[in-house]
T-cell receptor
Framework: DVKVTQSSRYLVKRTGEKVFLECVQD?????MFWYRQDPGLGLRLIYF???????EKGDIPEGYSVSREKKERFSLILESASTNQTSMYLC?????????????FGPGTRLTVT | GESVGLHLPTLSVQEGDNSIINCAYS??????FIWYKQESGKGPQFIID?????DKRQGQRVTVLLNKTVKHLSLQIAATQPGDSAVYFC??????????????FGQGTTLQVKP
């Protein structure tokens, strides 16, 4: 079974803090993704990575950065957290092979910025 | 541009009835679609997928129908159970993404099953 884990289920941070969200997958997937999920807006792509040290901006990258130093780990960084970044953050991964489109999701991290 | 949307934010059904969740997409060139189920407190889980060369695909108690003429797909759940209560998302493979596997997600429909 594919397993995607996220470092925290719930996180509370203060405005201006630097926040790290970690994601680890155990299936040797090349591609990894970070989404945020907000009521009425569905899942919106923040950043994705198609290989180690490779990254691309998604639809809403402002205020975020990412790091992929190892294949199994993809980190989302909030350089200076703001209240509008309070959200559910979901990590996903998939094989690069075009025959495998399905993304496998982690359980999510609910981040509250006060 | 591409967009994927669901017709209703909430659907309430009686236990034992069949549920139909709808989704519309805008890109006629789209060739791959997925339905995900997200239970409370969990990440989305794959339910079923369908390629554009098919009109219908069946799984265990679920059926996905694809109507390319009107760019519409639906998820049908037979004999809905309390455990089916969740948010359901349709997703479309992003055509501009080459091999990155980007998906475009709809906003989600919350299915409530009444006992």
């Amino acid at each position: 079974d594919v397993k995607v884990t996220q470092s925290s289920r719930y996180l509370v941070k203060r405005t201006g803090e630097k926040v790290f969200l970690e994601c680890v997958q155990d299936m040797d997937h090349e591609n990894m993704f970070w989404y945020r999920q907000d009521p009425g807006l569905g899942l919106r792509l923040i950043y994705f990575s198609y290989d180690v040290k490779m990254k691309e901006k998604g639809d809403i990258p402002e205020g975020y950065s990412v790091s992929r130093e190892k294949k199994e780990r993809f980190s989302l960084i909030l350089e200076s957290a703001s209240t509008n970044q309070t959200s559910m953050y979901l990590c996903a991964s998939r094989y690069r092979d075009r025959g495998h489109v399905e993304q496998y999701f982690g359980p999510g991290t609910r981040l509250t910025v006060t | 541009g591409e967009s994927v949307g669901l017709h209703l934010p909430t659907l309430s059904v009686q236990e034992g009835d069949n549920s139909i969740i709808n989704c519309a997409y805008s890109n006629s060139a789209s060739d791959y679609f997925i339905w995900y189920k997200q239970e409370s407190g969990k990440g989305p889980q794959f339910i079923i997928d369908i390629r554009s060369n098919m009109d219908k695909r069946q799984g265990q108690r679920v059926t996905v129908l694809l109507n390319k003429t009107v760019k519409h797909l639906s998820l049908q759940i037979a004999a809905t159970q309390p455990g089916d209560s969740a948010v359901y998302f349709c997703a479309e493979k992003d055509h501009g993404s080459s091999n990155t596997g980007k998906l475009i997600f709809g906003q989600g429909t919350t299915l409530q099953v009444k006992p």
